[in-house]
């Protein structure tokens, strides 16, 4: 199994940065994708940005390209979620998702994530 800790979340006024920690524990495979997801009130939960570690590929949806990068830290097995110019439409519960089974999936987007962390809150002001 792949436990998941999150941190980093946070209230930010609208132009404003945080950075979302994702530390990963346990059975970790070389092939593991490390996935953001996002939740708001109202809505259904809906991708944000993963990395293939082996590939050292990534994929965002259209509405944070340009404004959001996923990073890693591989000594620390952790993987970062660098959020800048925060809007207002980017509050939601943010959580990180894992999945060991890397070299099955051609798109990190669509892939099966088995492993999820317990999510944090990022609230943007306007």
């Known amino acids: 199994q792949v436990q998941l800790k999150e941190s980093g979340g946070g209230l930010v006024q609208a132009g404003g940065s945080l950075r979302l920690s994702c530390a990963a524990s346990g059975r970790i495979f070389r092939n593991i994708l490390m996935g953001w997801f996002r939740q708001a009130p109202g809505k259904e939960r809906e991708f944000v940005g993963a990395?293939?570690?082996?590939?050292?590929?990534?994929d965002y949806r259209d509405s944070v390209k340009g404004r959001f990068t996923i990073s890693t830290d591989n000594a620390k097995n952790t993987v970062y979620l660098q959020m800048n110019s925060l809007k207002p439409e980017d509050t939601a519960v943010y959580y990180c998702?894992?999945?060991?089974?890397?070299?099955?999936?051609?798109?990190?987007?669509?892939?099966?994530?088995?492993?999820w962390g317990q999510g944090t809150q990022v609230t943007v002001s306007s």
């Open positions: 990395i293939r570690w082996s590939g050292i590929s990534t």
């Open positions: 998702a894992a999945t060991n089974g890397g070299d099955y999936y051609s798109s990190l987007r669509l892939a099966k994530y088995d492993y």
